[in-house]
């Protein structure tokens, strides 16, 4: 089930320039601590999509030249809301939530980190110092030798 919803958010949004990894609520929540949680059941089915730089021409130019917009605000959010939001109609029987990486909440804090759900789900790697094994920086850190 998950490889066909997976499949179809793909088939729908990659010929549009989008890229759409899956992954699991749970996976997102367990590397974050419980204010940043998603709040939403473990098993829960998410994407994060991420553009690619062919989404300028096969989504952007057409959604601008067909004046969707009466207003122009912003022209690449806009864009992207409107292709992400057609996908509810691609599965009119799910709940849909869609998130965007510019919504916060009333607290100030983002609805979600895109950053963590890219690295969770596959599309990007977060490195940590840590993970480099031959540190070519050594102990200094930034602005140590500096008075203030």
């Known amino acids: ?5 997976a499949e179809r958010v793909r088939g729908a949004l990659g010929p549009l320039g989008f890229e759409a990894h899956a992954f ?7 590397v974050l601590q419980p204010a940043f949680h998603l709040p939403y059941p473990d098993d829960t089915l998410a994407f994060v999509v991420l553009s690619t730089p062919s989404m300028f021409d096969k989504a952007l130019k057409p959604f601008v030249n067909k ?3 009466e207003i122009i605000r912003d022209p690449v959010d806009q864009c992207v809301s409107h292709h992400l939001s057609r ?5 009119p029987d799910q709940r849909i939530d ?9 607290s100030r804090k983002p609805k979600f980190l895109a950053q963590t759900a890219a690295h969770v789900a596959g ?8 993970d480099v094994k031959l540190d ?13």
């Not at 089930?1 to 919803?5: G, I, L, Y």
């Not at 599309?123 to 840590?130: D, F």
């Not at 070519?136 to 203030?148: E, I, S």
Request: net charge positive.
């Open 136 to 148: 070519p920086w050594g102990k200094k850190l930034l602005g140590q030798d500096q008075t203030w």
């Open 24 to 30: 699991k609520v749970g996976w997102y929540n367990a």
């Open 67 to 69: 004046e969707w917009l």
């Open 1 to 5: 089930m998950e490889r066909r919803v």
């Open 98 to 106: 869609i998130i965007f990486d510019y919504e916060i909440l009333p």
């Open 87 to 91: 996908m509810k109609e691609k599965f």
């Open 123 to 130: 599309a990007a790697y977060y490195y940590q110092r840590k």
